[in-house]
């Protein structure tokens, strides 16, 4: 789901303009991402929730009626079109 993001572009926004893909990425959550999103995810707060962040964390899925969810940040998803507009 993570590369998925990437195709469409998702998560890119904050990622350094100068440095290609993936040396250039800021994953969510990262000690490089400027505006981490904090939530609270079964009684834990996470800054390292969305699928856009570095590795796997099964807190990131999301689950609602025994289905799991893979998750985006909503900067992620509102930055789609912003970011296909600056370049």
Same mark, same amino acid.
């Given at each position: 789901? $993570?590369?998925? &993001? $990437? +195709?469409?572009?998702?998560?890119?926004?904050?990622?350094?303009?100068?440095?290609?893909?993936?040396?250039?990425?800021?994953? +969510?959550?990262? +000690?490089?991402?400027?505006?981490?999103?904090?939530?609270?995810? *079964? +009684? /834990?707060?996470?800054?390292?929730?969305?699928?856009? *962040? /570095?590795?796997?964390? &099964? !807190? /990131?899925?999301?689950?609602?009626?025994?289905? &799991?969810?893979?998750?985006? /940040?909503i900067e992620e998803l509102l930055t789609i079109e !912003?970011?296909?507009?600056? !370049?």
């Amino acid at each position: 789901m $993570h590369e998925i &993001g $990437h +195709s469409l572009r998702i998560g890119e926004n904050d990622d350094a303009e100068i440095i290609p893909l993936p040396m250039g990425e800021t994953y +969510s959550g990262g +000690s490089q991402d400027n505006t981490p999103e904090r939530v609270t995810i *079964r +009684s /834990s707060n996470e800054d390292v929730w969305s699928i856009m *962040r /570095s590795g796997y964390n &099964g !807190k /990131s899925l999301i689950y609602e009626d025994n289905t &799991g969810y893979f998750t985006y /940040s909503i900067e992620e998803l509102l930055t789609i079109e !912003k970011y296909g507009q600056n !370049k």
